[in-house]
Structure formats: C-alpha cells, structure tokens
T-cell receptor, first 112, second 110 residues
C-alpha cells in the first residue's frame, strides 16, 4: 500500500491566519482525498483532488476556505484559510487503491 | 442518504475476552468496506478490507464479515489485549468516496 508523509503533525495558530498542510505520497496516484475530523467526531470528506484539475468539494466546504493544490501525481496541499476556533480539528489526507485506502498521520490544528 | 452506524459507541472489556463490533450501512450498493483503527490524536491504520464480492476477511486475531443484503458488517477480535485499546472505525466506499461511522471506542483492561 502507499505510504503518505503528512506535515506538519500539529500546529497552534492565531485566528484569522492560514495554515497549509502538505501530503507527499511515495507513488503516483490519480486522486487524493482530504478529510476533517472535528473533536470527538468521525471523519468527513472535504474534497477530492485530481492532478491538473480543480478539486471537487463536498457539501458544506468551499474553495475559498479550503483551497487545494495538486501540482503532480505525488503531492497535494490543503490550506485552511482565515481560521477560527471552529476550525480546530485533525486534518488527514488519503489515497485509495484496490488494496484499500491509506491515510496520512494527520495534522492536529488548534486555533486560538 | 448514505449513512454508516456503529454499535456500541464504547466498549470496555477485560483482557482475553472475545468481542464483536458492529457496523451497519443504509445503501447496499457498496464498492468495499474497510475497518480502521485510530489511536488518540493519530491517523488511521487499516485493519481489514472486504470487497463487495467477499463475505469475510481475516488477519491474525481479527475477522471481519460483510452481509451486503442486510447492510451489516462485524469486526470480531479474539483474545483481546490492552494494546487493542483504540477507536475502531468502519468505512464504506461508494464510488470514490468513503463514508465513515462514528466509531467504537474500545478499552481492554489488564
């Protein structure tokens, strides 16, 4: 299965600022996925990122708040913009194969 | 609406017990079903993947079953150990999208 390196692992940010999370995969993949896990909750899909096209966002998530880049088949970034305390969550990237989905180790974001 | 439900929400058992975690889903048109483990503040570790054409998968002390017609899956853990303490997540794949249950928090007491 694919190996995903995600960073940063955690950060504490001031409200109103932005944070960019990076995910690097050890092999080429067509689609990468970004999830949010709010405190005490399960995972919710934010968007699907394809190389060379705009990301597809799920209901309730917008590009202005969560811009995504996918410059090549092994890398993607998610930016959390104009942060508020409600954005405090774990953010995870994921890739899928016939052998199932693999997740990065997650970014624990705290907004103060 | 595609929904995934996990029961129980939390479970505490003494070491050595066999246990069953339950997962149900509303839409039976699934691609695959995957069980994950999540330790506090960490990412997800894949435990077992059951493809839609399969009925069960086994890995070590873990056995997962799938009944598409009834919209159910179970994760059986044999001879539980304190190291099994974690949150167990059931995720159902529809197309290229995973829908997660809320998870079962398992505590195995030594």
């Amino acid at each position: 299965s694919a190996v995903i390196s995600q960073k940063p692992s955690r950060d504490i940010c001031q409200r109103g600022t932005s944070l960019t999370i990076q995910c690097q995969v050890d092999s080429q993949v067509t689609m990468m996925f970004w999830y949010r896990q709010q405190p005490g909750q399960s995972l919710t899909l934010i968007a699907t990122a394809n190389q060379g096209s705009e990301a597809t966002y799920e209901s309730g998530f917008v590009i202005d708040k969560f811009p995504i880049s996918r410059p090549n088949l092994t890398f993607s970034t998610l930016t959390v913009s104009n942060m508020s305390p409600e954005d405090s969550s774990i953010y995870l990237c994921s890739v899928g194969r016939s052998s199932g989905y693999t997740f990065g180790s997650g970014t624990r974001l705290t907004v103060v | 609406k595609q929904e995934v439900t996990q029961i129980p929400a939390a479970l505490s058992v003494p070491e050595g017990e066999n246990l069953v975690l339950n997962c149900s889903f509303t839409d039976s048109a699934i691609y695959n079903l995957q069980w994950f483990r999540q330790d506090p503040g960490k990412g997800l570790t894949s435990l077992l993947l059951i493809q839609s054409s399969q009925r069960e998968q086994t890995s070590g002390r873990l056995n997962a079953s799938l009944d598409k017609s009834s919209g159910r899956s179970t994760l059986y853990i044999a001879a539980s150990q304190p190291g099994d303490s974690a949150t167990y997540l059931c995720a159902v794949e529809y197309g290229n999208k995973l829908v997660f249950g809320a998870g079962t928090i398992l505590r195995v007491k030594s």
